[in-house]
């Protein structure tokens, strides 16, 4: 084991410079584990490599990664350029599009490699940057090439310059993955970027590409709005101990349908008789209608003239094309006066075009040039970036979910039909590689015990697959009686008749009773509201109503919805949450009608947690030994930002950190952040809030804190750690200058592509890894103590686990123990009985995040003007944002005090 201190790149580490013990997990007594000084801001850099530590605990066995060991890469040098591409006479506004890009930079390298790029082949990102394996040009020299670029039927010049930016060396990846902490992430990126470019350009030639991600037409389906959705592969390269690894995986997007806008426009508003959008559209249309042409290239194409012309749109027409006019002169008329006349007739006059439906807006254009919707075509393989509704996401899911077996097949298949490491260009560059997948160790780490009360037939159970039942079970702690309750239907009596639901509000009753969960009042009072009026003030009847009957505060309100309508449902969390201070339980109106017991189980489970209550538990010994015997308080933290449509919304900050000695009971805080900002703002008034609240529920303060932390880029886990950790000491000794407890800092990261597929009987009845199987050896990231683990049963597709890394540690944890913790937490989620993907305390911060957008209702939802209400069209069509004020504000977002330390968010 080593006794090397941790790098500032996140190795595990104590900070202290004098402790032998630190930049390593210790199987040491707790007891003589060092404490964390506070005058350190970061790990203290190594001086030789990082010796990794695996585990050995829970059954061994192999599986098949979708990796593809490299046999020989280049030990040199590779050689980076800035690539500039100009108009041979003014500029670009703007960069065009990568297609148009690349077919120039393709053009000039047709035309130039064997003469002036000495014959080295170099590959392009689209964008400003290029790799090449040798130096195409000195260092000090810029190359101008002309190039004649043919765009439909029109010859345009361009200019390419190529300068030199670095020279790579890439034995500095040799020394990273040997695990020499000198070497950073960031510094062997531009190594991996020019690897993967240059096997890019060889999927390019098969696949339409997107950064790392190849696509085809030939396996496609539709979906709604006027998409379609393609399958294709990831590729990229990933470090490994030892060895590097071409990374392949299955992958699924939303591409425009190539064909007439408007159908696909049609199609976007769910209108079946164009009819319908005769007069002026609405905004909620023109928003649709703004978020479906961001970024969309069009062309224009009618017999009135001989090429295809262009289309970006960046706004509507405000009236129809057959009132829209303008100054217009006829060019066949030399002597011809200006005419006020209109669109419509214009195309009639100009280009013989009788338009169908003058009655319909048009696009504007760039100079104010307005196309008739009708004449627009969308060009091909165009990728769509906007969010996906609803029934959009349930389709891409579903297309994209494959049985484990069929994903690795399909990885082999392309694998083998590419066969990209004997390509030529690939070749180039010095990389070679056979096309078969990795097989890796791994092992299988067995389930916990979980714990009912002891009035349960039989209170405890060890899960199989990741999964149990409640039959005959008793909740471990019951949450505060329900007396004080109401229910709101925002449904009409028609659809969810008044005897309907009393019926479910008994059933609902003696579930929860059945349970152990006591609900004192069987008929609660039950209002019916209209969805479309105004919610506060229908919340508002309903409390009063009941202050008038029992002189009593609503403990829960059962809120019926008539939809998965987000906006009613926010406005209820949201008015619930920060004026009322009551507890929500919300259900759709479609599950009063033959609920099933699953349906009725779990809402018991959301009321009891709501109410202060725990469902179930870990053995206390178990989580006694896992701890190693100290208080510790669980904390785990999220940061969620606005979607590309939601510009200048805040990020929002979601920690929430444990209140007992079980890890079972959280309380949540909410900060605002700027938009996109990453790191944490007020960290250490919220760790001090949860300080408090740990101490009061315990009286004891925590010997140990874990903090698990999302949303971490591994290029910035070294800037988040030190910012983050120091705040978290700082939250200690502002409580008391000598507390320090001992400190464990993780980074939780769901979104990859790596998977496993089980050989033989290991896998599971899907065909996926069972729960309990870890990976930590082989492909995981040299230089850092990280795991995958699976904590969850897969219902459907391709189980994907989730990737822990251990940034900082001076707890005393083995590498088992850490392993087997974050296992074995993953089977408390409260309000369900099945063992969840990730650690709870970063799923609850999810959740909190999500409901934090309840928060935001009020900050504003109207179309975004692009331009000043007179300029005639309604603007943003191109951008498609909805307009939000920016807010640049950090603080901490507060809810009403009767829910601030309940786990309202569930």
Not at 83 to 102: D, N, S, V
Not at 108 to 127: E, F, I, N
């Amino acid at each position: 084991m080593s006794s090397q201190q941790g790098s500032s790149r996140g190795r595990l580490s104590s900070g202290r410079p004098s402790d032998p013990q630190a930049g390593r997990l210790s199987s040491s007594p707790p007891q003589q584990q060092p404490q964390l000084p506070m005058a350190s801001t970061s790990a203290q850099p190594q001086t030789g490599p990082f010796v990794k530590q695996y585990g050995t605990s829970g059954r061994s066995t192999k599986v098949i990664a979708n990796y593809v060991q490299v046999s020989k890469y280049p030990e040199g040098y590779v050689y980076q350029y800035d690539i500039e591409i100009e108009p041979k006479e003014g500029h670009f506004t703007r960069l065009p599009p990568p297609y148009m890009t690349r077919a120039i930079y393709k053009q000039g390298m047709g035309t130039y490699c064997q003469s002036r790029l000495r014959g080295v082949p170099m590959v392009y990102d689209a964008r400003k940057i290029a790799y090449a394996p040798k130096p195409v040009c000195e260092a000090d020299e810029t190359l101008r090439l002309n190039v004649a670029y043919d765009e439909d039927g029109r010859a345009n010049d361009f200019v390419i310059q190529i300068r030199q930016a670095a020279v790579i060396n890439t034995n500095i990846l040799t020394d990273f993955l040997r695990g020499n902490t000198a070497t950073e992430i960031s510094d062997i990126q531009p190594i991996l970027n020019a690897f993967d470019l240059a096997i890019g350009s060889v999927i390019h030639r098969e696949m339409v590409g997107f950064g790392r991600s190849f696509f085809s037409r030939n396996q496609s389906t539709n979906t709604s709005g006027g998409l379609e959705l393609w399958r294709g592969f990831s590729f990229s390269f990933r470090p490994g101990i030892d060895h590097l690894y071409l990374n392949v995986n299955t992958a699924v997007t939303a591409m425009y349908t190539t064909g007439g806008l408007l159908d696909s426009i049609l199609r976007l508003l769910n209108v079946r008789d164009i009819n319908e959008l005769r007069g002026p559209m609405n905004p909620n249309q023109v928003h649709q209608i703004g978020c479906f042409l961001r970024g969309l290239t069009m062309y224009m194409r009618h017999r009135g003239i001989q090429e295809r012309r262009k289309v970006i749109a960046k706004g509507l027409t405000r009236v129809a094309l057959d009132r829209e006019s303008f100054e217009w002169s006829d060019p066949s008329n030399h002597n011809a006066r200006p005419e006020n006349i209109t669109i419509a007739d214009y195309f009639r006059r100009r280009y013989n075009v009788t338009l169908r439906y003058p009655f319909l807006p048009g696009l504007i254009g760039r100079k104010n040039s307005v196309f008739p919707i009708e004449l627009c075509e969308i060009s091909e393989n165009q990728r769509y970036k906007g969010k996906l509704d609803d029934r959009q996401t349930s389709d891409i899911i579903r297309y994209g979910c494959q049985r484990p077996n069929h994903n690795m097949y399909r990885i082999m298949d392309v694998l083998h039909s590419l066969n990209p490491g004997q390509e030529t260009t690939v070749n180039v560059f010095g990389i070679q590689m056979p096309s078969e997948l990795t097989r890796v160790d791994v092992r299988i780490l067995p389930a916990p015990t979980v714990v009912y009360h002891d009035r349960s037939v039989r209170p405890w159970i060890i899960p199989e697959n990741g999964a149990w039942n409640m039959r005959d079970k008793c909740v471990w702690n019951a949450g505060m009686p329900l007396l004080h309750w109401g229910v709101l239907i925002l449904v009409n009596s028609r659809t969810v008749p008044h005897a309907m639901t009393q019926d479910f509000i008994t059933t609902l009753v003696n579930v929860c009773n059945r349970t152990g969960y006591r609900v004192d009042n069987p008929r609660p009072p039950i209002m019916y509201a209209n969805p479309n009026a105004n919610i506060r003030t229908v919340m508002n009847r309903l409390c009063q109503l009941f202050q008038s009957l029992l002189n009593e505060h609503l403990q829960l309100m059962l809120v019926v919805l008539p939809s998965t309508n987000k906006q009613v449902y926010q406005t209820v969390k949201n008015y619930a949450y920060t004026t009322l201070g009551i507890q929500t339980q919300c259900m759709q109106a479609k599950y009063m009608d033959e609920p099933t017991n699953d349906y009725f189980a779990n809402m018991c489970l959301k009321i009891n947690v709501k109410l202060g209550g725990t469902n179930h538990t870990l053995q206390e010994s178990d989580m006694k030994n896992m701890l190693l015997g100290k208080p510790t308080m669980f904390l785990g933290c999220d940061v969620t930002h606005p979607g590309p449509d939601r510009r200048g919304e805040p990020s929002i900050a979601s920690v929430v950190g444990s209140m007992d000695l079980m890890g079972t009971r959280y309380a949540a805080t909410l900060i605002q952040l700027p938009s996109r900002q990453e790191l944490v703002s007020k960290l250490i008034e919220t760790v001090v809030r949860h300080l408090k609240l740990f101490y009061k529920k315990t009286r004891t303060k925590p010997q140990r804190i874990i903090f698990y932390r999302d949303g971490v880029s591994e290029s910035r886990f070294a800037q988040v750690r030190d910012r983050e950790l120091l705040d978290i000491k700082r939250a200690c000794t502002f409580l008391d200058s000598t507390y320090r407890p001992q400190i464990t800092f993780m980074t939780v990261v769901k979104r990859h592509n790596t998977r496993f597929f089980p050989i033989g009987r290991d896998g599971d009845r899907t065909g996926n890894c069972v729960p309990g199987t870890v990976v930590d050896r082989t492909i995981t990231m040299p230089g850092f103590q990280d795991f995958y683990l699976f904590s969850h049963a897969a219902i459907q597709g391709t189980s994907r686990p989730t990737h822990y890394y251990v940034l900082h540690d001076d707890t005393g944890f083995t590498v088992d123990q850490i392993q087997r913790l974050s296992y074995h937490l993953c089977y408390t989620y409260a309000i369900c009985t099945r063992s969840v993907s990730l650690v709870p305390p970063v799923y609850y911060a999810h959740r909190v995040a999500d409901r934090a957008r309840c928060h935001l209702v009020d900050m504003g939802v109207a179309f975004e003007e692009a331009s000043s209400m007179n300029s005639g069209y309604y603007g943003g069509a191109g951008s498609g944002t909805v307009g939000i004020r920016e807010n640049t504000e950090v603080k901490i977002i507060r809810i009403h005090d009767d829910l601030d330390r309940t786990m309202y968010f569930m």
